[in-house]
């Protein structure tokens, strides 16, 4: 078995990537107005959990800059070391969220900004109850995906072979709900990437709260 083959494939696909991500989404306009709305909600020095934290930009560094405590974990060891390069006032671990215990109400807001693509129906659902259980009674749960029912699907993200799996935007409401949250806000547009081999995709933004009590 090569190097290669033991990583998760999302941690192939992004060590591949590193910057070239950043440079074709991070000054995408739905995303930082996602972050605007977390950001408005969020009392001063709040303590957030950021998964799937790719290069720490725009996510980690927003809301680091807003003084709010942030811990950015990731599968990809390239991507890792750029978010720690480049947003030295947060603190990144490499994990892969799937295998990560998490403490009960830890934080007072998750993100998972396009992070659970490369992960099963059943993984997906199981990470949302998660970040569900990770924040406080009354806590924010920010997610973005990209809303179109495949699952295991092969394609090409970026002139990388990818395999990917999501659901339409009812079906990811309603795990979202399932999972104990309240949905606050959401945002569904069409965005295309800044990256020549980069096509529209459709993405959905929502911002949740979890059901105090
Ligand atoms: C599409 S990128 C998005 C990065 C960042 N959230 C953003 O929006 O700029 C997805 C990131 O999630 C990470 N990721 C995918 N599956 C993961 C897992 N199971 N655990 C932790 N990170 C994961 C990838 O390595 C990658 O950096």
Same mark, same amino acid.
């Given at each position: 078995m090569t190097e290669e083959d033991r990583r998760a494939p999302a941690a192939v696909v992004f060590d591949a %990537? +590193? &910057?070239d991500y950043e440079r074709a989404f991070a000054a995408s306009a739905?995303? $930082?107005? *996602?972050?605007? $709305? %977390?950001l408005e909600l969020l009392? /001063?020095?709040s303590r957030v959990l950021d998964v799937g934290s790719g290069t720490g930009r725009p996510t980690a560094q927003t809301l680091a800059a807003a003084g709010h405590? #942030? %811990? !950015?974990? @990731? #599968? *990809?060891?390239v991507m890792v070391d750029l978010a720690a390069r480049q947003v030295p006032e947060a603190?990144?671990? =490499?994990? @892969?969220?799937? !295998?990560t215990a998490v403490a009960e109400g830890s934080f007072d807001a998750a993100c998972a900004y396009f992070s659970l693509l490369q992960m099963t129906r059943d993984d997906q659902r199981a990470v949302v109850a998660k =970040?569900? $259980?990770? #924040?406080?009674? +009354? +806590? &924010?749960?920010?997610l973005a995906t990209v809303p179109v029912d495949v699952e295991d699907a092969e394609g090409v993200f970026m002139g990388q072979p990818v395999r990917a799996t999501s659901f339409d935007a009812e079906a990811f409401r309603a795990l979202v709900t399932a999972a104990g949250l309240t949905v606050l806000s959401e945002e569904e547009t069409l965005f295309t990437p800044d990256h020549p081999r980069a096509a /529209?995709?459709?993405?959905?933004? &929502?911002l949740a709260r979890r059901t105090a009590g």
């Open positions: %990537l +590193g &910057l739905p995303h $930082r107005a *996602s972050l605007a $709305r %977390l009392a /001063p020095g405590r #942030v %811990l !950015g974990i @990731d #599968v *990809s060891p603190e990144f671990r =490499l994990a @892969d969220i799937r !295998g =970040l569900a $259980r990770a #924040v406080r009674p +009354g +806590g &924010l749960v920010a /529209p995709e459709p993405q959905l933004f &929502l």
